[in-house]
């Protein structure tokens, strides 16, 4: 299914899911610690994922694009300090790509339908809809929270 | 009051350059009705009855007479000359054409306000004390934390997809004004033992379905913690909240599945593995938030004006005005006022562009520019000389906005019901209009004395009938309107969910069965006993008996 990087652009999947296949995609269930790439429920308990923190990619499934569960999955395996890639897999639309982003996963695997009615451009367009937000700790840029306290010392200071 | 800087103010312009987008993207067909549904409500856009519905945010209340100018041209332009004030402090305009509302969104934008999160799952738009800075009884004024609330809650990253809406209020007062017992989230601005300032935080209170009484979650939060614990609060809501059944799907019923100690368990464990010092606002930016809040500069005034007592007695509407409609402020020689915008007969919370202009006008005369919007869908000058009183009266008599009946039994509280909601089961106004006329005698609603009625036009409880004095839910039973009446409910701090009385009445069955029990309190209730502390003393026993009479009371 198309995939899309951090920067809004199709790119070819390394990954596959087939049996056997060199660069395995497995599901959870039934993985083993060691696992090159896992996939798992919006539902897993961010714990039980720690020993396959060896992967190189963990892909989190959104069975709805308004299911919300897998930007908290992604946030938490981040805090518990998993670095490798973070893969959103499901229906999510343009307007949902910077809260990706910015909860910690690095690309986004889309079904075909879905992908062909919303080109780069529209991905692209959305993930930079805000300059600055206001959470502070999220993957995003400097936030505003943050801005405002820069301005502050500069101003001290100067 | 508030005021943006570059930040603020870029972001939501940002904002309305999205729903453009986002509108352009739905009339391309790249994106479905399915999925635009949940973008445009996250901007205030119902498809109604009969046409769209835009609701903009008043955050906390506040308005200013220059914001106030605003949604009055919207309302004659886009709208046909109303607004209508809700009972989430915010305005809704009926009738605006979709390709419009961008248009709308940029003029709500030049006077720094916007519709952001007015519906939809997400965090909602915050609520507060509508008297914030000027009650007696404050610890603080709530609506620092408030703006602080409504930033950090603006398209929030993670929460943006929660299982259902999420209703946050504040308070920072000993009396809450701010129901922050029925909503999902409750702040209260409370001290601890050795003085520092933070807040008992309570969860999992609610109408709709299954109305609940919030519990609390934290007795202290210091205040610099305050994001960080909703950020662990909210994570464990999105990751736990069920999302197999909408009804079941607000934190109250998280709470109430797995208890209270167990959410609390599991927030405080995830706020414990968080780093805070990330996450928190630090004090410098709750100080910059804070430092707009300060009072105006009020005149040294003695306590009481001398030819105010002359003006009462020569005008008994005017003292009648006075009696209801005015509250104790803070200040000496100053009082804050109440708007009714329920005069007899109306539509509760309607407010005509021109009455709105008014309000400015008069906001700026008397009140500093100031104006708040109540949950009670009324409208409140906070900061008012008490000398002025008399010819702020009389100004908003001439534009007939002087209903002596705040709190009364005519101020009623209706969501738009039938009339206008594509959920309604039943019609709110007209009910609303028969009691108000029912109970329109000025003498018979000062005897009664303090009592709320609240209506909603279906189990989802926009009028919070669950917590009204007296609450009325309009269903439908075989094809026809059948009101459900409920006593004794409470939003205050002695929150309680209202006891259903009996079967369903017909529409015009109601005023009979309201004015019987009306009837019952005068005749049991101790000297100076309000309509609700009768019926905590006597229970619900007598009045249901009434209720139940089949032979309708003779008046008098
Ligand atoms: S209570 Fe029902 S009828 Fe009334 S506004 Fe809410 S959804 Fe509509």
Not at chain 1, 35 to 53: D, K, M
Not at chain 2, 28 to 40: N, Q, V
Not at chain 2, 41 to 64: E, W
Not at chain 2, 321 to 330: E, G, P, S
Request: charged share 25%.
């Amino acid at each position: 299914m198309p995939l899309l990087d951090r920067t809004g652009t199709y790119i070819p999947d390394s990954f596959s899911r087939e049996a056997g296949a060199n660069r395995a995609l497995q599901p959870f269930d039934g993985a083993e610690p060691g696992a090159l790439a896992i996939e798992v429920a919006n539902t897993t308990a961010p714990e039980s994922l720690v020993p396959f923190f060896g992967a190189e990619m963990i892909a989190i499934g959104f069975p709805a694009y308004a299911d919300g569960r897998g930007f908290t999955l992604a946030r938490r395996l981040r805090h518990l300090g998993y670095t490798g890639t973070l893969r959103a897999v499901g229906p999510l639309i343009a307007d949902q790509f910077a809260y990706a982003l910015a909860c910690g996963f690095d690309e986004l695997e889309l079904p075909e339908a879905h992908a062909a009615r919303q080109p780069e451009s529209h991905w692209k367009t959305a993930a930079r809809a805000f300059s600055a937000t206001y959470q502070r700790g999220y993957a995003r840029g400097l936030n505003i929270l943050d801005q405002r306290r820069a301005a502050r010392a500069g101003g001290t200071h100067g | 009051m508030y005021r943006y800087d570059e930040f603020d103010e870029t972001f939501v312009r940002e904002r309305v350059a999205q729903f453009r987008d986002q509108v352009r993207r739905r009339l391309d067909g790249a994106i479905t009705e399915d999925e635009f549904k949940p973008l445009r409500l996250k901007n205030g856009l119902y498809l109604q009855l009969h046409a769209y519905m835009l609701r903009v945010a008043i955050p906390y209340g506040t308005l200013s007479a220059h914001q106030l100018r605003q949604l009055a041209h919207i309302a004659d332009r886009f709208d046909r000359g109303y607004g209508h004030f809700t009972t989430r402090q915010n305005i809704q305009f009926n009738w605006p054409q979709l390709k419009d509302v961008p248009e709308i969104l940029d003029l709500l934008a030049d006077v720094e306000m916007h519709a952001i999160q007015t519906s939809g799952n997400c965090i909602r738009n915050v609520t507060a004390d509508q008297f914030a800075g000027v009650a007696a009884d404050e610890i603080e004024d709530p609506r620092p934390v408030a703006e602080l609330i409504r930033q950090w809650s603006s398209a929030h990253p993670e929460f943006s997809y929660l299982p259902r809406k999420f209703k946050i209020a504040v308070t920072g007062a000993a009396h809450d004004r701010a129901a922050v017992l029925v909503h999902d989230i409750g702040l209260r601005i409370v001290k601890d033992s050795v003085g520092e300032v933070g807040y008992e935080i309570i969860v999992g209170g609610g109408l709709g379905r299954t109305p609940m009484i919030g519990k609390v979650v934290r007795d202290f939060l210091p205040k610099r913690e305050l994001l960080a614990y909703l950020e662990a609060l909210m994570r464990v809501y999105n990751a736990e909240g069920r999302r197999d059944n909408k009804y079941k799907a607000r934190v109250k019923i998280l709470v109430h599945e797995i208890g209270i100690e167990e959410f609390r368990a599991r927030v405080e464990a995830e706020f414990a593995g968080l780093d805070k010092s990330t996450i928190n606002a630090d004090p410098e930016e709750q100080a910059r938030i804070a430092a707009y809040f300060a009072s105006p500069t009020y005149a040294a005034l003695p306590a009481s004006d001398p030819a105010l007592e002359a003006q009462c007695k020569a005008n008994p509407a005017f003292s009648a005005w006075l009696d209801a409609n005015r509250f104790a402020h803070k200040q000496a020689g100053y009082a804050a006022v109440t708007i009714s915008l329920k005069p007899i007969g109306g539509i509760p919370g309607d407010i005509s562009g021109a009455q709105m202009r008014v309000v400015a006008d008069l906001a700026e005369r008397f009140s500093f520019g100031e104006i708040r919007a109540t949950h009670a869908q009324n409208l409140v000058l906070p900061h008012v000389a008490e000398r002025d009183l008399f010819a702020l009266w009389q100004a908003l008599g001439d534009a007939e906005l002087s209903t002596a009946n705040a709190g009364l039994i005519t101020d009623i509280i209706a969501c738009p019901g039938l009339d206008y909601c594509a959920l309604a089961t039943a019609r709110s106004i007209p009910i609303a209009q028969a009691l108000s006329n029912r109970f329109a005698d000025p003498e018979r609603q000062r005897d009664i004395g303090e009592l709320n009625i609240k209506i909603s036009g279906c189990i989802n409880a926009c009028g919070h009938h669950h917590v009204g004095h007296i609450g009325i839910l309009g269903l439908e039973k075989r094809g026809e309107e059948s009101y459900q009446i409920t006593l004794g409910g409470d939003a205050t701090e002695n929150a309680a969910i209202g006891e259903i009385l009996g079967p369903g009445l017909t529409a015009e069955e109601v005023p009979d069965a309201i004015e019987r029990l009306v009837e019952t309190y005068r005749a049991e209730r101790l000297p100076g006993e309000s309509f609700i502390a009768a019926v905590r003393r006597l229970g619900v026993a007598p009045f249901k008996a009434a209720f139940l009479q089949e032979t309708h009371h003779a008046a008098a």
